[in-house]
């Protein structure tokens, strides 16, 4: 049973064997022709890979009726070798495609080989961007790799991250060198980061060429490197930087995949030099497939690891020969051109391939999954995929740091958003830079020949709070420092490079300002300062000519008045209510009086007597409670009730009005003089305004008069004319205005603001650079407090110079105790409807029995309501204790 059963199999295996030779035997056979450089590490990987692919291709799909064959082709490295072998398959052996142009350049002849005879040219390593291989310009050629230009957005994430705003790109002095650079600038300057230096080093340079070329950018504050270059001149260009010392602590260096993709080529002495460096390369997913397709490839002990452009030639013969079974099985042939010449290599004699368009069409429509990921071409060339970020550490340690995928940009994992506890930035993990550093560096350094920048500075007189030059005893060398000054030097220390600049003073020889604020502003433009720094008014006129930053200061001009004392007033304690609650109050006080004496006035002989007695009794109750003093008895529980409610109110009331009062008496002692610019007008005061400033302008168009406007130099001066009376206000920006009140006026107040201004800011070239990140700086620190702390330093409040404005939150409205009101009205209305509800339904008989009219019976009503309710407990108890009385005086007289 057993050699039966073993019989059966091996006959099936031998059976199926068979099948799958006959149905070879019978399948059409497709040429493609194949151009690589055999002696490459591509070349010999590629062809191989090739070789496998349809071997395992056709080992799963037995049934179908064509067959690749592949007529390989040396190009030997050479661009004219490659395009003769390409024409020599197109003429001689009629192809249907050709895989394998190497090189952007060897591609881009093929190319026009391909769209003259409609053969399709597929490249799974010609990476560099060309505008001659889009696929507008030639529909047949097809890109199953990744394009350089596609990893520009992963390097630029990487900056982004790490807030890096110069970099340095060294390149091969070559086509693929050059060909990243354009997309490289556009992704970089989007995300506001300036190329600092391009440096091209040739295929064939010496070492001490490389050598000179990197000592150059060790002169510069940029410590950024982006490499894009052949792994050869790569290696090279590593080691001398490090012989040099360029692989220290503070330097960056980022690969691109020219190199990251061949880092199992690299020799280890090269390895160790690159050791901190970061790299992009095309993530490769892990599959069950790959994984298997890696234990055959082990076998091979000419090449010993995976490479991407091995997978991508894997995955672009499955494509072909998915998109050859699909056009089918006929007019695999070539219509041969009708001129004769007796050149092999004349290019009127190509022929044309019938199936090439169907075969194109095919090619653009193939999507699979393919060992080295999602096989899709858009638009000629294969859809860009993930990248992955790796460190690489000594003894070739390969540690992959995050990931970059077009949806969601730098991610630690590709399945998971959770970031790393002790991760080195926020979307990717812990990096180990250059000289074993786990803190990230900041990428500048301070420039050792770089010239230092001219800020000009104006020339305050008198002590000034904006400017302020301190001079050391002991060196005699002058220090600048004040509240614009400090600003600047906290902008310049967030900024992502180094900055190396000095301080010119705008002065003549006597040391006095050597022209206005506008004079100074020029000399930007003109080239005697590359910025200014200090307090500069944001003006439309200026900005025609200059940059200027965001304000640092606010944006308004106000005044400043004298205080005066408030609690001299006779009426300041009507103060702490407003009008509408101090009228609701009063109406409440008689309201109630008349809802007590509707509820006491026929059980209680308090309420009762002659009108005038009863309107007394009932207002003296109602305001009486006020302070609790209110001396008549409440006989009924409804009218009780309603005192309850209105006690309850009256508590709050009072309660709030003392709290109010004491508040203005103790704490609000001053308000200002003035309050806005028409009081000013109206008592035609003199008013203060600084000299050289566009404030005279701002007052005169508020239609001050122009003999009441009196000019002063500086805060000290405007402060000696506050004190002798000169002037009654005076209006400038809000930083100065701060200065005079803490300093030279203490007893003066900030009212505004009155008129806007943009405030103060920093002067730059028109187009700098560097005035957007100083701008970015402004932001920063006004973030993270800095800004404000700085401004406490220099401008300290004046702790008894309160803000007038907020005697207004000491005055209570009606809005704050409508409720209360709401409440006491509802139960005193409740009470008054019940109490009448109950009278009116005693009185039913007298008035149903009445024949008199309507107006007759309300009248007898009326009168019946006047009278006293004897049968009230209050009536009876007064008449027992009547009754006693006399029972006692008669006892007596006995």
Known sequence: MEKSTVFFFLALCFGLRALSAMADDEAVKVKVGV??????????????????????????????????????????????????????????????????????????????????????????????????????RNPYFFRATQIDSSQVKPIASIFKEFNWRQVVII??????????????????????????????????????????????????????????????????????????????????????????????????????????????????????????????????KEISELNIFGLRAYDAIFALAKAVERVGTTEFIFKNSNVVSGKSTDLDNLGVSRNGPRLSEALSKTHFKGIAGDFRMVEGQLKSSAYEIININHQKNITAVGFWTPENGLTQTLNSTEMSSNSSAANLSRIIWPGDSSSFPKGWVSPINEKKLRIGIPVKSGVSKFIREIRDPLSSNTKKTGYSIDIFEAVVETLPYALNYEYIRYANDVGVMAGSYDDLIKQVPRGEYDAVVGDISIRESRSLYVDFTLPYSEASVSMVVLYQDNNKKAWLFLKPLTLDLWLTSGFFFVFIGLVIWTLEHRINEDFRGPPSHEIGTSFWFAFSTMVYAQREKVESNLARFVVIVW????????????????????????????????????????????????????????????????????????????????????????????????????????????????????????????????????????????????????????????????????????????????????????????????????????????????????????????????????FRRNSRDENRDESRDENNSL
């Open 647 to 874: 006690l309850f109110v009256v508590l709050i009331l009072t309660q709030s009005y003392t709290a109010s009062l004491t508040s203005l008496l103790t704490v609000q002692k001053l308000e200002p003089k003035f309050n806005d610019m028409n009081q000013l007008k109206e008592k035609k005061v003199n008013v203060g305004y600084p000299n050289g400033s566009f404030v005279l302008d701002l007052l005169i168009t508020e239609g001050f008069d122009r003999s009441k406007l009196v000019i002063y130099n500086n805060m000290a001066h405007c402060g000696s004319l506050f004190l002798n009376g000169t002037i009654a206000a005076a209006f400038d920006e809000v930083p100065y205005l701060k200065d005079l009140t803490t300093t030279y006026c203490t007893n003066c107040t900030i009212v505004g603001p009155m008129m806007k201004s943009n405030g103060f800011g920093y002067v730059f070239p028109k187009g700098s650079q560097l005035g957007r990140d100083v701008s970015n700086g402004i932001l920063n620190i006004m973030e993270n407090g800095v800004l404000q702390d700085i401004e406490n330093k220099w401008f300290k409040s004046n702790i008894s110079s309160p803000d007038p404005n907020s005697l207004i939150s000491t005055t209570l409205g009606l809005e704050s105790f409508w409720g209360l009101f709401l409440l006491s009205g509802a139960v005193s209305l409740s009470a008054v409807i019940i109490a009448l509800a109950r009278f009116v339904h005693e009185r039913r008989h007298d008035f149903n029995l009445s024949t008199d009219s309507m107006w007759k019976r309300f009248l007898l009503l009326m009168k019946n309501f006047d009278q006293k309710d004897h049968t009230s407990p209050a």
């Open 35 to 136: 151009v690589l450089d055999s002696n490459s590490l591509i070349g010999k990987m590629g062809l191989s890979f090739m070789d496998m692919a349809l071997s395992d291709f056709y080992e799963f799909h037995k049934n179908y009726n064509t067959r690749l064959t592949l007529f390989p082709k040396n190009s030997m490295g050479d661009d004219l070798e490659a395009t003769a072998a390409a024409l020599e398959l197109i003429k001689k052996e009629e192809v249907e495609a050709i895989v394998g142009p190497q090189s952007s350049s060897q591609a881009a002849f093929m190319a026009d080989l391909g769209k003259k005879s409609h053969v399709p040219i597929i490249s799974f390593s010609a990476t560099t961007t060309m505008q001659s291989l889009s696929s507008r």
């Open 171 to 300: 390149h091969s002095d070559d086509q693929y060198g050059e060909g990243i650079l354009p997309s490289m600038r556009d992704a970089l300057r989007e995300i506001n980061t300036r190329v600092a230096d391009e440096t091209a080093i040739p295929q064939s340079a010496s070492d001490d060429r490389i050598a000179k070329q990197l000592y150059r950018l060790m002169t510069m504050q940029t410590r950024v490197f982006v490499v894009h270059m052949s792994p050869e001149l790569g290696s090279r260009v590593f080691a001398m930087a490090k012989e040099i010392g360029m692989m220290g602590s503070g330097y960056i260096w980022i690969i691109t995949d020219g190199m990251s993709n061949f880092l199992s080529e690299i020799d280890d002495s090269a390895m160790e030099a690159m050791s901190g460096a970061l790299a992009v390369r095309t993530y490769i997913p892990i599959t069950e497939k790959l994984e298997e397709f890696q234990r055959r490839w082990r076998r091979d």
